[in-house]
């Protein structure tokens, strides 16, 4: 049974930092591709970033380009989100997901496996 257990949330002030970790069992990572996720409160499940099983190929959506950094530790099998420059609009719960395909539009309906999410909040 596929699980992913993410961590790594937090409270952090407006050009901070967080790293958000996606442990996963059940399977490799060169098995599924991985994505991350957001959800503010009040709006829909948006995507944030993916990396592909198979080359490790990335995508980022617009809103995080250039500060968000997604990687992986096949030893480890966690995926991570290193999150620099942190917004309050960063705010929300961030989940990861996989059985799904990355691809540039990062769409939630396309993966199939969630954790249960980790609250990033962004704030003085």
């Known amino acids: 049974q596929v699980q992913l257990v993410e961590s790594g949330g937090g409270l952090v002030q407006p050009g901070g930092s967080l790293r958000l970790s996606c442990a996963v069992s059940?399977?490799?990572?060169?098995?599924?591709?991985i994505g991350w996720f957001r959800q503010a409160p009040g709006k829909e499940r948006e995507g944030v970033s993916c990396?592909?099983?198979?080359?490790?190929?990335?995508n980022y959506a617009d809103s995080v380009k250039g500060r968000f950094t997604i990687s992986r530790d096949n030893a480890k099998n966690t995926v991570y989100l290193q999150m620099n420059n942190l917004k309050p609009e960063d705010t929300a719960v961030y989940y990861c997901?996989?059985?799904?395909?990355?691809?540039?539009?990062?769409?939630?309906?396309?993966?199939?496996?969630w954790g249960q999410g980790t609250q990033v909040t962004v704030s003085t």
């Open positions: 997901a996989t059985q799904g395909v990355c691809s540039g539009f990062i769409l939630p309906m396309a993966y199939t496996s």
């Open positions: 059940a399977f490799s990572l060169d098995r599924y591709d």
């Open positions: 990396i592909s099983a198979t080359d490790g190929s990335t």
